[in-house]
């Protein structure tokens, strides 16, 4: 596209000499020129015109001057628009206070057409990159609004509402939370009813992060959510067939750690199995806690052929099962210190006969503590279910 030029001059031999001295240029379609003869006519070709790139301006005009039509023109607040002012040689005082308010640079008369054709060069570089840059900070604003869209259809589709045990007097309490590092995360929870007295709980995390992360989570979730919800399917048979899913339609070699739990409402066994994640931790009663064994089984999505295998854990009345990632436990302080297993399991000593969801409010408390004035490095994601 052409440049647009508008010449601003009360002068009108300046229109005869600039198209003489750029034919050339008008002719190839690389610059179009516009001429005002004053500030007034300047502003009114700018409405008519708005897409003009560079003016080229006399300070000394009737009606309105150079320098109140820079004025006007900073007042567009337009990066994209550069002015040259012109004026005499000896009128240095004005050229110096046009800079002072934003010309792009000055020429002095008589015009010396060789070095005017520089500078409009330098401005057509300049204006490039402006645009350039406006274009790059329009694509991250619409990327940003693209993620926040994201983010919401993210949490949108992990479960909030308890599922409903109808026939069952089923007594117990879960509650959860994931935050994720960036806009949109790779850790995700779920739970489902799958039969009158079973229900299906899921704490995983993804490799990576951002967008191709948020990408395989949902994929991950998905299928994992299918395999659960088949009734003769154990908690190795869900991941194992996940597994052979996932190994299908995972790429860049990404993979998702899992922990995937049925647990029986009626009589509070957990039949469970680990697919490379955090051994979660039961709170008993009494405050005792205990760590479920490290898994011995692989992350899902790498090799398709992995077999993965059953433990089972029961829940007595007011027995609480915590689930997480490395998000709780490798959280780094400023001193590049982890919060670890220490400190995770003292603050789940310190949550005995606590609810839920006020455990898990003061493991989050303790690791924001624990982390102050450093960024949040890793989605943090936990999941609780306590035995009525």
């Known amino acids: 596209m052409a440049v647009k030029i508008l010449s601003v001059d009360d002068e009108n031999d300046l229109e005869l000499l600039l198209t003489q001295y750029f ?79 934003g010309a792009f640079d000055f020429a002095t008369k008589p015009i010396d057409l060789d070095d005017l054709s520089v500078t409009i060069e330098k401005a057509i570089e300049q204006i490039e990159f402006v645009k350039k840059s406006q274009m790059e900070h329009s694509q ?9 869209v994201a983010a919401e259809i993210q949490q949108a589709i992990l479960p909030k509402k308890l599922p409903v045990f109808k026939n069952l007097e089923a007594k117990f309490d879960l509650a959860q939370v994931m935050i994720p ?20 709980m899921v704490m995983a995390d993804v490799s990576g992060k951002g967008i191709p992360a948020a990408i395989f989570m949902a994929v991950s979730r998905t299928m994992i959510h299918i395999s659960g919800l088949q009734r003769d399917y154990t908690a190795a048979d869900c991941l194992r067939v996940s597994n052979q899913m996932l190994c299908k ?9 899992v922990f995937y739990a049925i647990y029986n409402v009626k009589t509070g066994e957990i039949n469970y199995c680990n697919a490379g994640h955090n051994p979660p931790y039961i709170l008993r009663k009494d405050g005792k806690l205990e760590k479920l064994p490290n898994s011995d089984s692989g992350m899902l ?11 089972y ?10 689930m997480y990632t490395d998000g709780v436990d490798e959280a780094c302080n400023v001193n590049n210190e982890v919060f670890g297993d220490e400190r995770l399991e003292k603050v789940l000593r310190e949550s005995a006969g606590l609810s839920c969801q006020v ?13 102050a004035g450093v960024p949040q490095s890793d989605d943090i994601t936990m999941m609780a279910l306590k035995r009525g």
């Open 301 to 311: 999505g790498v090799f398709d052929f992995l077999d993965f295998s059953d433990e």
């Open 359 to 371: 455990s898990i409010d003061k493991m989050l408390e303790n690791v924001r503590a624990f982390t």
């Open 249 to 257: 339609e995972s790429a860049d070699n990404m993979f998702v750690t």
């Open 181 to 200: 590092a960036k806009d949109i995360g790779g850790d995700f929870y779920d739970f489902f009813e799958i039969d009158d007295e079973r229900l299906g």
């Open 140 to 148: 991250l604003e619409m990327i940003k609004t693209d993620l926040a």
């Open 23 to 101: 034919r050339r240029k008008i002719r190839k379609g690389e610059y179009e020129f516009y001429f005002a003869h004053n500030g007034i006519e300047a502003l009114r070709m700018l409405l008519e015109q708005p897409d003009i790139n560079i003016i080229l301006s006399d300070i000394n005009m009737p009606e309105m001057d150079g320098l109140t039509l820079l004025t006007k023109i900073n007042e567009l607040r337009n990066p994209a628009l550069k002015c040259i002012m012109v004026s005499a040689y000896g009128d240095m005082g004005n050229i110096r206070t046009a800079m002072n308010n």
């Open 313 to 322: 854990v029961k829940l007595e009345e007011g027995d609480m099962l915590m």
